[in-house]
């Protein structure tokens, strides 16, 4: 099988996710600004997982670059990481309709450590399929960011229930750490092709 259909899937699955979290972000009853007050914890996590989603989807697509053939292994690697990237929109509907209260924001994080666990997994399939000298194993070499946001999501999960605006803070301070696109990938393609 190509990578095009692959990509062009996962593309419509995460445009569609998106789609449905934008559609839970609900008009206010009454026309001054203080109506839109309420809506700000709601804004808050539609766009903090917006930008997670932009996050995934740009290294998604990026590593799918770089896969020569995909194999069974890495189509069914590719639905369990869209499986846990569905749960964002209700993951993010109900820590943002609760105010961030402890639970919702705790399975906040369960969604984003699985969907970082589900996109490892994906990339060690990719590189097992496509052998050591694959340019997705050279560019994920020293992953520290790989590493990083996992044991962070780790340390949130637990502390929403005791501080739950530092867990918070480390799921924004997550997605800064890579809202700067992972140019590896881009950087090894470009001199292969020389």
Do not use: C
Not at 51 to 58: D, E, H, T
């Amino acid at each position: 099988m190509g990578k095009n259909r692959l990509e062009a899937f996962s593309d419509g699955v995460i445009a569609i996710i998106i789609t449905i979290m934008v559609l839970e972000l609900k008009v206010p009853h009454g026309e001054g600004f203080e109506t839109l007050v309420p809506l700000i914890p709601i804004f808050f996590s539609y766009l903090l997982s917006f930008v997670y989603l932009g996050i995934y989807w740009n290294n998604h697509h990026h590593m799918l670059h770089a896969v020569q053939t995909v194999t069974g292994t890495i189509l069914w690697a590719n639905l369990h990481l869209l499986f846990w990237l569905s749960l964002v929109p209700f993951a993010t509907g109900w820590m943002g309709e609760n105010h961030f209260a402890p639970a919702p924001s705790a399975l906040y994080g369960l969604v984003l450590l699985m969907a970082g666990l589900a996109y490892f997994i994906l990339q060690q399939l990719i590189i097992a399929s496509q052998g050591p000298g694959s340019i997705v194993k050279r560019a994920v070499r020293r992953d520290w960011k790989g590493k990083l946001s996992p044991v962070l999501y780790a340390v949130a999960i637990p502390m929403a229930f005791w501080w739950k605006w530092i867990s918070l803070v480390i799921y924004v301070v997550v997605a800064l750490i890579w809202l700067i696109p992972d140019r590896r990938i881009e950087k090894l393609l470009r001199s292969a092709d020389t």
